[in-house]
């Protein structure tokens, strides 16, 4: 119950990994919030003046409070990284700042002694630009590209920070935390648990479903299996053992339904496949039915029905069951109904979070006031994040074309190369003389980046300043 629903659980949170997750935030705190009167207390008589992650340590005879704090230092460490400024706090090569492991784990060869304790800012010249014949030597090509695409100005008094790597804005939550803490989990039936929980069925026919995936139905075999049952056998015929597939495909009722459905030519894989296959295969198909419904949300409903069926004569007695044929119209009819009903328009009741509705329009280029210059910019990346590219062009109140640039900037993402772009068009502005700048951008998220409350914890912070 506590595995995430991607990977076939009930999507209940962990109570080990959500303890942990809080305990990292009194760890966060404690670490970036220097001026709270706890903090300075617990600084003060456990942190021995150290700085940054090195404040969370193990101290003999440590309270209770701060020896539990302590256990999530290693998930601190995990998501922490150097967000760079003037480079003069983090260590290039020992600090994580740029990878999610330090430099060092990533050289071409050993790195010295000397090395180690080498700055960010040692690295950059006065205007900020990478000594890459100095890191070339040490570096692979794939890791230079992701250096250049970060900006360093060593003049700026603002100091390097920490921040928190799991969340976009660099702040820490308990959210992305938790995520952090669970251990790195794959399934091959991934892609099936997805489809199941975003079925467009009623969500009592989704839980139906994925308790049928994981053999958790309460058959007469698996009730006998723990003693609440006297008799695996099907009660319905009598024959065979009450299995999933035997109930939901293989009894009379069942498959007196499925063969009106199932073309000829398919009837050897459906009625032959294993529980699992059976389930997969079903809820994958992707066909459309001449009623306009997913065939994977007829077979949930179908399922379903089939098994209040099976219900309704195991509790209130055979004769209150319905008839093979009996079974299959109900089943139509109610399918048909359950699709209409969800395909009916949804009425929004003015619901925080709503999606505005998306308009388009048509937009030209306007000739800025007299005495200004024009500056229209754009970024893009091949993948998010990866290789960017930007240009740009400046023009006076006339549309003439006075000068423009284009750039690489190593691997980015396609904000982070909106913003680039900004930068190399206001640079080449500057360089130029201008000073009346009106810069356009199609990039909504960069525009309110640069217009919003500059935040020295955010990724691109340095690069905003």
């Avoid at 070339?136 to 794939?142: G, T």
């Avoid at 995936?213 to 049952?229: D, E, F, H, P, Q």
């Amino acid at each position: 119950m506590a595995e995430p629903r991607a990977q076939g659980g009930g999507g209940l949170r962990s109570v080990r990994h959500a303890n942990l997750a809080m305990l990292a935030k009194g760890g966060w705190r404690i670490i970036k919030e220097k001026d709270c009167l706890w903090t300075q207390v617990m600084r003060s008589k456990y942190g021995k003046q150290r700085e940054g992650l090195e404040v969370l340590r193990p101290v003999k005879g440590g309270s209770f409070t701060w020896n539990s704090l302590n256990k999530a230092s290693n998930l601190l460490r995990k998501g922490c990284a150097w967000n760079i400024h003037n480079g003069k706090g983090a260590k290039l090569w020992r600090d994580v700042w740029l990878l999610q492991v330090p430099l060092t784990e990533v050289a071409l060869q050993p790195v010295t002694e000397e090395m180690l304790n080498e700055h960010v800012a040692d690295y950059v010249d006065e205007e900020g630009s990478w000594d890459i014949d100095r890191l070339e030597v040490w570096l692979p090509p794939e890791v230079l590209q992701k250096i250049t695409a970060n900006l360093v100005d060593p003049l700026s008094l603002e100091e390097d920070t920490i921040l928190w790597t799991a969340s976009s804005n660099g702040h820490f939550s308990t959210s992305s935390a938790y995520s952090l803490a669970l251990p790195p989990r794959h399934d091959p039936n991934e892609k099936m648990w997805r489809t199941i929980w975003k079925l467009p069925v009623a969500e009592r026919v989704r839980c139906f479903v994925w308790l049928m995936s994981l053999g958790r139905i309460a058959t007469n075999v698996l009730c006998y299996s723990r003693k609440c049952a006297e008799s695996p056998m099907c009660l319905r015929c009598g024959n065979d053992e009450e299995t999933i597939l035997h109930l939901l495909r293989d009894c009379y009722p069942a498959h007196f339904f499925w063969l009106r459905w199932i073309p000829q030519a398919e009837h050897q894989s459906f009625f032959s496949s294993s529980r699992e296959d059976w389930v997969r295969d079903n809820i994958l198909k992707e066909d459309v039915m001449e009623s306009g419904m997913n065939w994977n949300s007829f077979f949930s409903t179908a399922v379903w029905c089939i098994w209040k069926n099976r219900c309704t004569g195991c509790f209130q007695g055979l004769q209150k069951a319905l008839s093979a044929p009996s079974l299959a119209f109900s089943i139509q009819q109610k399918t048909i109904l359950w699709h209409k009903a969800w395909q009916a328009p949804t009425v929004n009741f003015g619901r925080q979070g709503s999606r505005p509705e998306r308009i388009e329009t048509q937009i030209h280029w306007r000739a800025p006031r007299n005495g200004w210059v024009k500056l229209n910019v754009d970024g893009a990346s091949a993948g998010n994040p990866g290789i960017a590219g930007v240009g740009g062009s400046i023009r006076d109140e006339h549309g003439k074309w006075i000068r423009g640039f284009v750039a690489k900037v190593g691997e980015a993402s396609a904000t982070l190369a909106e913003l680039w772009a900004i930068y190399y068009g206001l640079h080449l502005a500057r360089k130029a003389g201008h000073s009346c700048v009106l810069v356009e951008s199609d990039s909504q998220l960069a525009i309110a980046l640069i217009k919003s409350r500059h935040d020295p914890v955010h990724p691109y912070a340095a690069l905003l300043a």
